[in-house]
């Protein structure tokens, strides 16, 4: 089993930047491919960005592209979530979520965190 745990949430003013951590713990993720989900109020869950189990390959939701950065050290068995340029809209709770192969995956993750906030005031 995996245990996931993520950190760095919290309120920034729109344009600000954010670092959400996600370590793991149970067992080492170098094999798994990690991803970034959030849930804003109202609304269903909706994946973020992904990252391969060797970090050569990422993959980003649209309205994320060119302000998060997705990024992992096996070494640390923790992954990475890197937020620029903020806007009001990113408010939700992020969730870290881990499962087995060896591409990029929007969906099937087996292994979920509790979350953490993120509120970006305008």
């Known amino acids: 089993q995996v245990q996931l745990v993520e950190s760095g949430g919290g309120l920034v003013q729109a344009g600000g930047s954010l670092r959400l951590s996600c370590a793991a713990s149970?067992?080492?993720?170098?094999?798994?491919?990690m991803g970034w989900f959030r849930q804003a109020p109202g609304k269903e869950r909706e994946f973020v960005a992904t990252?391969?189990?060797?970090?050569?390959?990422?993959y980003y939701v649209d309205s994320v592209k060119g302000r998060f950065t997705i990024s992992r050290d096996n070494a640390k068995n923790t992954v990475y979530l890197q937020m620029n340029s903020l806007k009001p809209e990113d408010t939700a709770v992020y969730y870290c979520?881990?499962?087995?192969?060896?591409?990029?995956?929007?969906?099937?993750?087996?292994?979920w965190g509790q979350g953490t906030q993120v509120t970006v005031s305008s």
């Open positions: 979520a881990g499962r087995a192969g060896w591409e990029v995956y929007t969906n099937g993750y087996t292994y």
């Open positions: 149970g067992r080492t993720i170098s094999t798994y491919a």
């Open positions: 990252i391969s189990w060797s970090g050569k390959s990422t």
